[in-house]
């Protein structure tokens, strides 16, 4: 008697939905292939990011999660408080973490997003469509880096002893003897990052146009 109470609870539709636990297993497989598209074809192709490793991991785990609390509390009728609570959670993370780029903030909100989507869209929503939506944002990024690298400026951390020529009034100055010592001709503007006035340097970081570097460089 034990044995066959034993073996309906093992198939009790509490337990073990099939039809559920199949939709579960495809919309995360697919959610998943999209981040790993988005993430290893065009983020880690094109980002110049030296710490873009670090990136992979958050956004694939952030991804993967956001689907997950979405998808199985997209039926639970959550109360204020703890709504409230769990984005004041984010905030402070947030908050506690260094400012990150433009562009890797870009590609977590697009991560964020498309977890969303995969995970809320209902039944009325077909899987084409679906599918049709995440490849429009992947062809859509994949547009935009193309254009941006076409356009895109490099950038040189250099460290620069002339500690006189970062003083106001001499910025040609230091532009024309960054050009001279780097040999790159097209410096267009830089960000002074750190001076030292013990050892009587300063920290540069020059940016200058990719392109015009490269037929330069050529020649």
Same mark, same amino acid.
């Given at each position: 008697?034990?044995?066959?109470?034993? $073996? *309906?609870? %093992?198939?009790?539709?509490?337990? @073990?939905?099939? /039809?559920?636990? +199949?939709? &579960?297993? #495809?919309? !995360? =497989?697919?959610?998943?292939?999209?981040?790993?598209?988005?993430?290893?074809?065009?983020?880690?192709?094109?980002?110049?990011?030296?710490?873009?490793?670090?990136?992979?991991?958050?956004?694939?785990?952030?991804?993967?999660?956001?689907?997950?609390?979405?998808?199985?509390?997209?039926?639970?009728?959550?109360?204020?408080?703890?709504?409230?609570?769990?984005?004041?959670?984010?905030?402070?993370?947030?908050?506690?973490?260094?400012?990150?780029?433009?562009?890797?903030?870009?590609?977590?909100?697009? $991560? *964020?997003? %498309?977890?969303?989507?995969?995970? @809320?869209?209902? /039944?009325?929503? +077909?899987? &084409?469509? #679906?599918? !049709? =939506?995440?490849?429009?944002?992947?062809?859509?990024?994949?547009?935009?880096?193309?254009?941006?690298?076409?356009?895109?400026?490099?950038?040189?951390?250099?460290?620069?002893?002339?500690?006189?020529?970062?003083?106001?009034?001499?910025?040609?100055?230091?532009?024309?003897?960054?050009?001279?010592?780097?040999?790159?001709?097209?410096?267009?503007?830089?960000?002074?990052?750190?001076?030292?006035?013990?050892?009587?340097?300063?920290?540069?970081?020059?940016?200058?146009?990719?392109?015009?570097?490269?037929?330069?460089?050529?020649?």
């Amino acid at each position: 008697m034990m044995n066959q109470i034993n $073996v *309906i609870s %093992l198939v009790d539709p509490g337990l @073990l939905n099939i /039809t559920d636990f +199949s939709r &579960l297993l #495809l919309r !995360f =497989t697919f959610n998943a292939a999209v981040i790993l598209v988005i993430i290893k074809f065009l983020y880690s192709r094109y980002s110049r990011e030296s710490n873009r490793k670090e990136f992979f991991f958050s956004y694939f785990a952030i991804g993967i999660t956001v689907f997950l609390l979405c998808y199985l509390l997209g039926n639970v009728k959550l109360e204020l408080g703890f709504a409230l609570g769990l984005f004041a959670i984010f905030g402070i993370i947030r908050y506690r973490t260094d400012a990150l780029p433009i562009k890797e903030m870009t590609y977590l909100f697009v $991560v *964020i997003g %498309l977890s969303v989507i995969n995970a @809320l869209t209902s /039944t009325i929503v +077909s899987y &084409l469509e #679906l599918i !049709f =939506t995440n490849l429009i944002i992947i062809v859509a990024l994949w547009i935009l880096e193309i254009m941006l690298m076409r356009r895109s400026e490099k950038s040189l951390v250099i460290e620069y002893e002339k500690i006189e020529n970062i003083q106001n009034g001499k910025e040609e100055t230091l532009l024309t003897d960054l050009r001279a010592r780097t040999g790159i001709p097209n410096i267009k503007r830089y960000i002074i990052n750190k001076i030292d006035f013990l050892k009587d340097t300063a920290t540069i970081t020059v940016f200058f146009d990719n392109n015009s570097n490269d037929k330069t460089a050529k020649k």
